[in-house]
């Protein structure tokens, strides 16, 4: 029987080209497989036949906007996760589904071979291939562009020459990737550390510096999700559209930094991920108000930690799972509502209430009411404060016999 | 000889009052000192008068406000400090500074006690008295407002009675403390969690939702010292101040959190810190160009516990010192300009540049004279996703029995 | 109707003149509880009668070992839980069940107050309040000992006024708290930490230094959980007090060193916990066998934190349940066999063999059948170092104009 | 002018072999470069001999003995680096001690090229290649029997055929190596992780198990730095041979583990570190005395990652050095006597005292001279579990309408 070999197919002129090439050097026959995770553009339908038109024995397109949404965004809201403590993670989240549904495509269409069209400089390479390694380790994995040196300029005649049903000048000066989370923009001009993007660069939000109305908006969250907006119940799908959407006519959620990649080197990333950045910030202020402090403080570390992992391409590891879990457990009481104005690239939390607050008035207050016990504050800084007076003691005192009671 | 008793000395009503009570409840001699950390208001001769008039038999009064820069401030920035992410530890960075001067002033003096005017139920009780006992571990410390249910009632009522030359009528309707490194508002309407700030709580920061023309500036460190802005050399003192002004005139370094007090109750805060947050964006991104990434990602955790430290009271503390010598040893690249521009309450990194850059165009660039070496990249991710995959294939398996080669 | 007190009750002096001395004092009637946790000495019953006798209105006895062992010493075992990377929390673990214990019987007998026989010196102190706050916030606390200065002289003077049925001679010249999962002994000539301490001090353990032959065991886990001792199914208590006596008699798992209290100061302690250490010993050893390397490197900081929570007194916090979960998670494949060989105070681990091994004998060996490909190792190792070698260039280059391409 | 390469000599089979093959396949000129670190065996002259009878044009011998022992070997004594809270990274302490040496050959000699013989499965290829990079970021790297799969029978046949000066018979079941730090066995049927090791494995220590006297030592430190044992000055290396040789004497410092290594496999390993583990047992409990708990509980995170980054090749790093501020910061005041006694596998602390103690005997006692004022116990118990009493509070509640005072 003919080997196999599945293909993450985008639609797009390098993986079209990579059907047939695929197929002409190694003789296998390729499935093409596109997932749609919110990244917009063309319809599935529209993808589906192109792959086949370019060679595809198989075309496999699949509407998971609702499963990103649902297992690989709200994770990250729930965690908290920043890379460096600023880019929510829009590409790194979106592969390991596509390694998901890449590996199902190849157990079903019995393929014993995944395809990728990343390069060798980037982090998308290692989070398909170590995705890969984790859900089907028996699978062989090709990367034409990094181990074939496969260039554009090669793809456009290859196509040129057999006449393959794509737009090859269409063409954006960036290097682009989209989906429901956020948008990361990359290369050309930007790649000058010292030059300033330019309003061309985004296309998920307005410009911040254009004068218009706020918005104000109430998220309720129910254990860690978002479940209503304005008192209108919404699916996680619909929590981050309306907000990309909201908050997006804001100007809200654009990034611009210089970024440490798993490969070893710096380089420039612009993001925006207006719905995201919304989110994230509601979510955390009812974090604020729910989580007890040492729960706070322990969980900005696995927040750390579980955004290298992921950035990484450590989705699908056994740290993640165990993180996860410590996620889940803290987010048992993440209830409430916030409220915030969207306005000039701003996203900032007005007020919140939650039937599991941890605030209480009566401690808070230094008004009427006041139900502190304000006599425990003496012995408590006197303990709190034992141990480096003890060492203040010691440090102040020079050198001085040891300490034995004999 | 008679007692000495050193009190921090604010100047306003309730201090103001401690001077003559203090005396006649202890038949100690009081000794004012005033700190002027670049609170702004009244200048400090006439805090001296006050006090002498109040019945101080001393009244020191000092400048302090480079040494706050140089010795509170910059470490903080060094150090990426943000307490919950967020808050820049406006009121915890004074305090050790007062702190040094009451206890040089109990030295000088020769005072046996140490008076402070906080409440029982904040944090500042915790940092006057635990840094007191850090550097003078031998001297008392007495809090009227805490350990005598000390009231405003009661200092007005005794200010009257003495005919104090005080101004009994002044009164915000809020908690305020503020410095040159921002200024932080609470209690009143804002105790009720629910209630959005107005613009009347606001004095550094004007409304960022008012339109006017965005502001470019250039900040210059060297070793992640702010040296230069816009090509002028400044001071720390000098960096914070024109920032305070220019970012505070653009809206940025707004803040309104629920916050986790060392007490253990969460109490809502309002801070404006324009300086402190410009300063801070901009040496975050010249790191994020010029930090190693194994440093880059061990200095998160470093900054962490730096703020949790500092918010808890413990300046002078064993930890704070060796975490001080971690933060200096970082900053030895930390060189070079950042352009930032201030509008609509955004502070936004539009380029930097630095000779001690880690960014390396040739090997961040996808366009020609890129020298990154791509073949190296297969081993790589092969390696790197290896202990992952292996754990898959234990995964995937089900139970076997155990490997024994025999 | 007449107030309630429920008291931690130990059978031993100081809480049997407690029943009277707390009854008298606040005309409570007084419910006595103790529990069985593996301390030894007098059966339960003996303690219930003398509690009636001296008075108790109610006196509960529970043996709650088979709860200690699986739902505070498993967890303690899982989460490889050493205090300062020494101590096994013997102490610290038996306070939490204590306290449900109390907090159970207080709402069964309708009691508002708990109390206990601690020192305001200690940590226990804070387990017991801290834990009833947790559990049962509504409870007043009192602590005769600590609260009202009540010392031995006054205890044994107040029994023999009142014809107590104690033994008021019986007294060790150490402070001792024991349990099934270790036995801890201080004061006494161990307050001078240059004092070596005598073999008198030990009775969980032989002296290790005694000639004897070695005991070689294998214990068998499933899910990090010890279910077999040398082939024959063992609950977690019976794998405890077989260890104990096995390891025990062979001078396994003492420990002498000096603590960090909570409340501040160092103290010096020695510990027996021969069972602990040689279950810990060995599960640590599986999970080198069957753990991921990142999940084990996370899993040390966790160790070290649940650690420091629940020596600190916060068994019942959110972040101890948090970690809980995530302990849990990391449990899943902690299976196999152990082989150790107890003999002169050392458990060493010499043999494990596990269905869910991480370590491949293909990839490990060196000989043949060696399926590792060492030619993936280079790319590996030139990423691994990139960021490194990029600094070492910026390091070794001086200073250089900035890095602009125009 | 002939290109030169500098090779990692050994003075065994296959370096002596890689001398002339390197200079047979490259053309190049060969130094071979033998670093003494305290393996023992041979002396430089007869290795300096060797190198230069199988073709070498120079050879470059070292005695680094001190050098290791004061600036390796100390600082990880100093961190307390234990991998995997086992392992005191015997060879990889040496590792980047033999870069730098070189590193400084190939400039003194004019080298472009540095050769290593390890294979491409293990660490030290790693240490070796990133060690480079980050001393001598331009120098090549050729690993012959990685690279070119060299094996044994090739290198014995080689040298067979051109009749070199070595012994091809002379050869361990294991494969060794050893410094003065200590000594790793690896391979051969300890690749079967269920088989127990033979004494035959040991050369650093005696076996535990036999009967004999123990040995009492005081090791007397200054700011971290053992500088005296039983009141003899001792440089750095004569303590850790000193305590080799009376450690070893008693059997202390055997290891036996399942380890994970860099490249992402699991390998058993056997290490030996008499004078190692009883230097750092000695260290620790004097750190437990003079550091205080907050700098003690951090040094702990610094100690595991320090420890993963020398295990993992990254000794010349930007992160080691700002760690390396932070541990020898935390030694400001280690220095004291530690008293242990050595004994049939144990080092066991029996007593310590130190000028610089952070024990306070007053405040610890329960004796006459109690300092410890318990009165402040209450508040300080209290506030400590605030958090967790509100938390319980709340999740004791079940839902209630969210707190909004209106």
């Known amino acids: 029987m003919t080997e196999r070999v599945v293909l993450a197919y985008s639609g797009g002129l390098d993986t079209s080209v990579a059907i047939g090439w695929i197929a002409e050097e190694t003789g296998a026959e390729v499935v093409a497989v596109a997932v749609d995770v919110g990244q917009g553009g063309e319809d599935l339908e529209s993808i589906r036949k192109r792959a086949l038109a370019c060679g595809a024995v198989e075309a496999v397109v699949a509407d998971a906007r609702d499963e990103y949404a ?27 589904l596509i390694v998901r549904h890449l590996a199902e495509a190849a157990k079903y269409h019995g393929a014993t071979t995944v395809a990728h069209g990343c390069t060798g400089k980037g982090n998308d390479q290692v989070r398909f291939e170590v995705g890969i390694g984790a859900l089907a380790p028996d699978l062989q994995v090709i990367a034409p562009v990094r181990d074939y040196a496969w260039t554009r300029e090669k793809a456009i005649a290859w196509a040129e020459e057999r006449d393959l049903p794509i737009d090859v000048n269409k063409r954006s000066p960036y290097s682009i990737d989209q989906n429901v989370w956020g948008r990361a923009v ?13 309003e061309d660069v985004y296309e998920y939000t307005a410009d911040p510096a254009q004068p218009r109305e706020a918005d104000e908006v109430v998220i309720t969250f129910e254990r860690g999700v978002p479940i209503a907006i304005d008192g209108t119940k919404v699916t996680m799908l619909q929590a981050i559209q ?28 612009i993001y925006e991920a207006p719905g995201a950045i919304a989110l994230m910030t509601a979510h955390e202020e009812l974090e604020n108000v729910t989580l007890e402090r040492d729960l706070a403080r322990f969980k900005r570390q696995v927040a750390q930690r579980w955004s290298e992992l992921v950035y990484d391409g450590l989705w699908f590891s056994p740290l993640k799972n ?34 599991q607050s941890l605030y209480d008035f009566n401690l808070a207050t230094y008004d009427e009411g006041d ?8 012995g408590f800084v006197q303990l709190w404060g034992l141990p480096s007076k003890i060492a ?9 016999p040891p300490q034995s009671r004999d």
């Open 322 to 355: 165990a993180l996860d879990s410590f996620v889940l457990s803290s987010q048992e009481h993440v209830t409430g509502d916030v409220r915030m104005v969207l306005h000039g690239g701003r996203a900032t939390v007005t007020g919140r209430r939650s039937s």
């Open 70 to 96: 649902d297992e690989y965004c709200l994770p990250a809201l729930q965690a908290g996760a920043l890379y460096m403590d600023r880019y929510p993670l829009v590409s790194a989240l979106s592969r390991p």
């Open 371 to 378: 139900a502190f016990d304000q006599s425990l504050a003496k």
């Open 242 to 269: 309306e907000m990309n959407q909201r908050a997006g006519a804001q100007g809200v959620g654009r990034l611009d930094m210089v970024e440490d990649r798993l490969v070893g080197i710096k380089s420039r990333e």
């Open 186 to 198: 990359e290369t050309g001009f930007l790649e000058d550390i010292w030059n300033a993007p330019i």
């Open 392 to 400: 203040a003691k010691r440090d102040l005192q020079g050198d001085t």
